[in-house]
Each structure stands twice: as structure tokens, then as C-alpha cells.
T-cell receptor
Framework: SAVISQKPSRDICQRGTSLTIQCQVD?????MFWYRQQPGQSLTLIAT?????????ESGFVIDKFPISRPNLTFSTLTVSNMSPEDSSIYLC???????????FGPGTRLTVT | LAKTTQPISMDSYEGQEVNITCSHN???????ITWYQQFPSQGPRFIIQ???TKVTNEVASLFIPADRKSSTLSLPRVSLSDTAVYYC???????????FGTGTRLLVSP
């Protein structure tokens, strides 16, 4: 299984500012995923990040709000831009496992916007 | 991706067997059924996956009837540490996007 770390683990930010979340994997992977989990809710996929190409965003998420970088096969960043209190969530990255439908998740970044 | 429906919550006591049923009426021929477990303040963790009949691993069993329109995750002799949210997902062998439903919040009491 892959070991995934995220930084920061949590942060409190003021509205209007931006936060960049880092995701580091201990092995090379082609695809990485970013999810959002709002308080008490399920996970929602934000985008898929492939190394060497633009990220693919899901409906309701745009690049201007959630720019993603994927500079190499073990690292990705997600930026939450121009934050508002509605962006308060846990943001998680994940990578595919060996089995279909299997993904390994990072511990998440808990973001609070005041 | 087929939509799944699960009970919102379940309660149990230590030592009991817990069965969580998931409905997926629109499951496609190539779809697999996958279950995840999520503890508070952690990312989801893959538990088990199956296509038909029964699958068992060291953590749980997964029962899938012949029509595959539902599945049941069985946790034998639960402990307090099994308190978590359990998600049922459906997708084909090539799928990578995970669509999480509301999940089932299991509370195990002493």
C-alpha cells in the first residue's frame, strides 16, 4: 500500500486569502485525486491530477478556485483560492491501489475559514 | 456510476455481528462493489471488494445476491473500535473516480 502525507494537517485562515495543501506519496503514481469533505458530510471528488497534463475538474469545481499542480509522480498541491467560510472542509488526496476501485487516502487537511 | 443507498446510521453492541446493506439497483455488468471505512479525522480505508456471491477477508465478509442489486457488509463480533462510517461504492474495473454516497454511521457501544 502507498503511504501518503499531507501538509498542513490543519489551518485556520481568513476569508479572501489562499492556502496551498501539499500531498506527498512514497511511490510514483500516475494519477492523484483531490477530495473535499465538508463537516459531517461525505467525500466529493474535486479533480484528478495527472503528471504532465492539466488536472481534470469535476462538475462544480473550477481551476481558478482550486488550482492544482502536479510537478512529478510523487507530489501534488491543491490551492484553495479566495477562501470563504463555505470552504471550511477537510481536503484529502488519494492515489489508486492495485485493485479496481481501491484508493489510498492521505490523512486530510482540516481547513477552517473565518 | 451506479447510485448507492445505505441506512444513515446503525447502533450495535460489542461482540455482536453487524450487517450493513447497500442498495445499487442500477449496477452494471462490469461493476464491482467496494466498501470503505472511515474513522473520525482520517481518510477512508478500503475494506473489501466483490463481484458476486461471497467474499471474506480478515476484516469483513461481503454478501452479494445473484441479481447484484444489493450487497451486505458483515462485520463479525464488532468492538468499540469499529465505530466508523462505512461507505458502499460501485464501479467498473477501469474506474478510478470514487463516488461516495452518504455512508452508514455505525456506533458500537459497550
Amino acid at each position: 500500500s502507498a503511504v501518503i502525507s499531507q501538509k498542513p494537517s490543519r489551518d485556520i485562515c481568513q476569508r479572501g486569502t489562499s492556502l496551498t495543501i501539499q500531498c506527498q506519496v512514497d511511490s510514483q503514481v500516475t494519477m492523484m485525486f483531490w477530495y473535499r469533505q465538508q463537516p459531517g458530510q461525505s467525500l466529493t471528488l474535486i479533480a484528478t491530477a495527472n503528471q504532465g497534463s492539466e488536472a481534470t475538474y469535476e462538475s462544480g469545481f473550477v481551476i481558478d478556485k482550486f488550482p492544482i499542480s502536479r510537478p512529478n509522480l510523487t507530489f501534488s498541491t491543491l490551492t484553495v483560492s479566495n477562501m470563504s467560510p463555505e470552504d471550511s472542509s477537510i481536503y484529502l488526496c488519494s492515489v489508486p491501489g492495485l485493485r479496481a476501485g481501491e484508493q489510498y487516502f492521505g490523512p486530510g487537511t482540516r481547513l477552517t475559514v473565518t | 456510476l451506479a447510485k448507492t443507498t445505505q441506512p444513515i446510521s446503525m447502533d450495535s453492541y460489542e461482540g455482536q455481528e453487524v450487517n450493513i446493506t447497500c442498495s445499487h439497483n442500477n449496477i452494471a455488468t462490469n461493476d464491482y462493489i467496494t466498501w470503505y471505512q472511515q474513522f473520525p479525522s482520517q481518510g477512508p480505508r478500503f475494506i473489501i471488494q466483490g463481484y458476486k456471491t461471497k467474499v471474506t477477508n480478515e476484516v469483513a465478509s461481503l454478501f452479494i445476491p445473484a441479481d447484484r442489486k444489493s450487497s451486505t457488509l458483515s462485520l463479525p463480533r464488532v468492538s468499540l473500535s469499529d465505530t466508523a462510517v462505512y461507505y458502499c461504492l460501485v464501479g467498473d474495473t477501469g474506474f478510478q473516480k470514487l463516488v461516495f454516497g452518504t455512508g452508514t454511521r455505525l456506533l458500537v457501544s459497550p
